[in-house]
């Protein structure tokens, strides 16, 4: 009799360390499940590509680790953009981030669920997702962002400080949009630093240098070299002369090589990218975007040339009209 007794024991011992083994086991698949979440991709719609945006996702995967992102980058015209956002919105994604004011652009209007955190944006007041500057905190529910005018003020203001007052001269393309409203700020803006501005247009690398050369012969004593695409196009060029001591050259371009610029302020688009990540992991942790208003950063990069600032300190308002 105390054999079948004393079996009896053991196969119910059996059974309950068999019964904890498998809620342990459980428990085990549901801890490695909450913490994948962290590693799941977030999706990043962006236009155009850009050396710049490239800077700026790097600043989001520093800013986001250990996530990582599902990087689409589409035409600034086109069905294709359209279509890849499509794409993306029918994952359900916890968050889309949006780089771009064209990429904005396309959001805005069809996205009214997902939360949207945009960057690399001008101008949000002009995308639809926002109303007026005047009033940051009333925006479509779903988004917020960051805003982040081009450094204009940031280069006249640091460029009569280093320079004093004098004649500017800006080259911009009239078929780009951004290049127009960086004309209208550097027009608006230079008197309120005792600059002079002077700007010509050109659109095509024909005409850059005899539109440039022209600036020079109305006397500009600085050329301006603004944070477009479009003046990539002549920045060499500029540069060269600069570093030829031919014309003091102030830059703000932030992808090319600025040497030859007597000053560089330009946008740091890793800070910014990383300025962005902070704002998406408040989104991520529960709050509701509708709450938070839309916010203003300029992280800059700024640097001046000692050698050209100590040959130009002997010539002030001289410029020498390039052959």
């Known amino acids: 009799m105390p054999l079948p007794f004393t079996f009896t024991l053991r196969r119910g011992a059996f059974r309950a360390r068999l019964t904890l083994g498998l809620l342990l086991f459980v428990a085990l698949l549901a801890a490695v499940g909450c913490g994948a979440k962290p590693e799941q991709s977030l999706p990043v719609f962006a236009s155009p590509d850009s050396p710049r945006l490239r800077h700026m996702v790097a600043g989001l995967e520093t800013g986001l680790a250990p996530r990582r992102l599902k990087v689409v980058s589409v035409p600034e015209f086109g069905p294709a953009g359209d279509k890849a956002l499509r794409r993306l919105r029918a994952e359900h994604p916890a968050l889309l981030l949006v780089l771009g004011s064209p990429a904005l652009i396309r959001v805005a209007p069809v996205e009214k669920v997902t939360p949207v955190v945009f960057a690399m944006v001008a101008n949000p007041y002009v995308t639809g997702a926002a109303d007026t500057p005047e009033h940051p905190e009333i925006h479509q529910k779903n988004i917020t962002g960051i805003a982040t005018p081009p450094p204009v003020r940031a280069a006249l203001e640091h460029g009569a400080s280093l320079l004093g007052t004098g004649t500017w001269g800006m080259l911009y393309d009239p078929s780009e949009g951004q290049a127009v409203e960086v004309a209208r700020l550097f027009t608006g803006l230079a008197p309120r630093f005792g600059i002079t501005p002077l700007t010509a247009t050109s659109t095509q690398a024909s005409t850059d240098q005899p539109a440039l050369q022209k600036l020079l012969s109305r006397g500009a004593q600085v050329l301006y070299i603004p944070p477009t695409a479009s003046a990539a196009r002549y920045a060499p060029l500029v540069l060269s002369w600069g570093r030829e001591r031919q014309v003091r050259v102030v830059s703000s371009q932030a992808e090319v090589s ?38 203003e950063k300029m992280p800059l990069q700024v640097e001046a040339d000692e050698s050209l600032s100590r040959y130009w300190s002997g010539y002030p308002g001289v410029s020498r009209r390039p052959e």
């Not at 990218?273 to 989104?283: D, P, V």
């Open 258 to 295: 600025h040497q030859g610029a007597i000053l560089w302020v330009a946008l740091d688009y890793k800070a910014l990218g990383e300025e962005a990540a902070r704002l998406a992991k408040r989104i991520l942790a529960g709050e509701n975007p509708e709450k938070i208003p839309i916010s």
